[in-house]
């Protein structure tokens, strides 16, 4: 019941900063005047013959120069170019300025637009975000947020969990540095050792069955289900035994009541070099990705990364600085959004 007021309470915030936005733009043409004047006031407002000395209609999306006749789209060449709903962009915009981050199904409802549009408007600048990180930036693998990782992409491998998607960057990087790729939180050398290591003493007090269980378990989550079908054994006793290896904190419990095997990540030797964030900036990414958003795909993982980022780092991301970068940004086509696959060593820039 908690949960369900803070969701309204959070909606109610999100329609109030719509409603403040609206009565600033209220169409898409007062949004198209507001794009002119920024780009004016950046000079950028030209004919192609160098002429200033231009007409334009308020709420037109283009302005005849006097001199040629010639008639531009102010747009072109900005992240605007070709988009029909202004408004709604402009609106996402301002939600971000403003700290509020949305699910695109909340935003298409506040906004009025389809789904795939408020995707869209919301994705794009999360993409226009994440191309603004350093190079120098710490360095997350993805294996640090397995838990937040359960909705399938176009990357998914067939019939598999989402989150093999994360096994197959990890198997990509242990081919790249030549070592198994195993991260933990823990960096220090003295604590190295494998996702296979746990106490003997732990191991030895497992009964059978729930050593069998633990030998089936692995990085990709199963099922009680899955089990039945590879043990032949009742699901009651196959549930109790998993209970029991998650308490021991062997096996740990996934959406959708699926298990994998707890791996203690480690900080491998290629990579002690990349600076990694905290552990506390790392819980604070997965407590934001599931507030807003419940969960993500391995595939646009850098771009919610990106979302947190700019909601947590308001230094770097002044009021005003989004819409500039939009205004800045070269066209991004629909296809650079669909073809988006989040980078195996993803970039967090608050360490």
């Not at 309204?8 to 198209?32: C, G, M, Q, T």
């Not at 988009?83 to 709604?88: G, I, K, M």
């Not at 549009?117 to 226009?128: D, K």
Request: net charge positive.
């Amino acid at each position: 019941m908690v949960k369900r007021k803070n969701k309204i309470d959070k909606y109610s915030v999100a329609k109030a900063h719509w409603n403040l936005f609206i009565r600033k733009v209220p169409s898409d043409e007062a949004a198209a005047d507001r794009i002119f004047k920024a780009l004016e006031e950046k000079g950028r407002i030209v004919c192609c013959c160098g002429s200033i000395n231009l007409n334009r209609n308020a709420g037109s999306r283009f302005f005849i120069c006097q001199l040629c006749k010639m008639r531009t789209f102010f747009t072109v060449g900005t992240t605007f170019e070709g988009v029909s709903r202004l408004q709604a962009w402009l609106g996402a915009i301002h939600f971000a300025e403003n700290n509020i981050a949305i699910s695109a199904l909340g935003f298409s409802k506040i906004a009025k637009v389809a789904f795939a549009t408020a995707r869209n408007c919301l994705l794009r600048a999360a993409m226009i975000v994440a191309g603004t990180i350093d190079e120098s930036a710490p360095v997350l693998i993805g294996g640090e947020l397995l838990q937040i990782i359960f909705r399938r992409s176009r990357e998914t491998p067939p019939r598999l969990h989402p989150q093999a998607e994360q096994d197959e960057v990890e198997k990509e990087l242990a081919e790249q540095f030549n070592v198994n790729v195993i991260f933990d939180n823990d960096t220090s050398a003295n604590q190295e050792k494998s996702s296979c290591d746990t106490s003997s003493d732990v191991l030895d007090n497992l009964s059978p069955l729930q050593k069998q269980v633990l030998g089936l378990m692995g990085d990709t989550p199963i099922s009680i289900d899955d089990l039945c079908d590879m043990t032949s054994q009742p699901a009651g006793i196959l549930g109790s035994a998993a209970v029991m290896l998650a308490l021991e904190g062997l096996i740990q419990d996934m959406p959708g009541g699926r298990y994998i095997k707890t791996v203690q990540k480690l900080q491998n030797k290629n990579l002690r070099d990349v600076t990694c964030p905290t552990a506390e900036i790392i819980n604070a990414a997965i407590a934001f990705i599931r507030e807003h958003f419940q969960g993500v795909s391995r595939k646009c993982l850098q771009l919610y990364l990106a979302i947190f980022w700019y909601c947590a780092d308001r230094k770097t991301w002044k009021e005003g600085a989004l819409f500039s970068a939009f205004l800045d940004q070269p066209p991004l086509g629909r296809s650079a959004l669909i073809n988006y696959v989040s980078p195996h060593l993803l970039k967090m820039p608050i360490s």
